[in-house]
């Protein structure tokens, strides 16, 4: 069975902070998908990032960065010099492509300006 | 183009009673998804829905049900509805039916009082 687990419930952060989520997950797959979704007050879901389980490099977005470590099963998000709009529920996700997307409980992250 | 609409956005419902939500994929999209959102339990997946046959199901009573039309768009029904129906509603739509390439809609939110 597939699992995700965010072991950060909730986390406060002043603005201008660097802030990691964490995310590790469970598969016995050799090839799925990681996932990491914002969820604003709105409740739209909105696709951050996807990594396949074959690419192992990290990625930079602007403010966002992932790190992916298969040895530790982590997909972790960091986003650099925090901002007010920032503040979200954070999700991290796990598909082997063909199933349903996997949730973690979601990180809720508030920045304090 | 439109992203995956559904409506209502917001329902309120006496236990008991049944509910009807809709999804609009994006236009060319042939598979339909939906999660329910929980404060306690998360996103869980409910069911997925491809070229108006159901695909994947996940492990939800038989009170929820779900079609698909030729156009592509999907609804979900709940019968005699309980407390803990309360949540939010998402659907996603993909082109082919694989969750790497999902866009998600803005949620229902329903309440059953």
């Known amino acids: 069975a597939q699992k995700v687990t965010q072991a950060q419930t909730e986390i406060s952060v002043v603005e201008k902070e660097d802030v990691t989520l964490d995310c590790v997950y469970e598969?016995?797959?050799?090839?799925?998908?990681l996932f990491w979704y914002k969820q604003p007050p709105s409740g739209e879901l909105v696709f951050l990032i996807r990594?396949?389980?074959?690419?192992?490099q990290n990625e930079i977005s602007g403010r966002y960065s992932w790190n992916f470590q298969k040895s530790t099963s982590s997909f972790n998000f960091t986003i650099t010099a925090s901002q007010v709009v920032d503040s979200a529920v954070y999700f991290c996700a796990l598909s082997s492509g063909n199933t349903p997307l996997v949730f973690g409980k979601g990180t809720r992250l508030s920045v304090i300006a | 183009k439109a992203g995956v609409t559904q409506t209502p956005r917001y329902l309120i419902k006496t236990r008991g009673q049944q509910v009807t939500l809709s999804c609009s994929p994006i236009s060319g999209h042939r598979s339909v998804s939906w999660y329910q959102q929980t404060p306690g339990q998360g996103l869980q997946f409910l069911f997925e829905y491809f070229s108006e046959t159901q695909r994947n199901k996940g492990n939800f009573p038989g009170r929820f049900s779900g079609r698909q039309f030729s156009n592509s768009r999907s609804e979900m029904n709940v019968s005699t509805l309980e407390l803990g129906d309360s949540a939010l509603y998402l659907c996603?739509?993909?082109?082919?039916?694989?969750?790497?390439?999902?866009?998600f809609g803005p949620g229902t939110r329903l309440t059953v009082t």
């Open positions: 996603a739509s993909s082109l082919g039916g694989k969750v790497y390439e999902q866009y």
């Open positions: 990594r396949n389980s074959f690419d192992e």
């Open positions: 598969t016995r797959d050799t090839t799925y998908y």
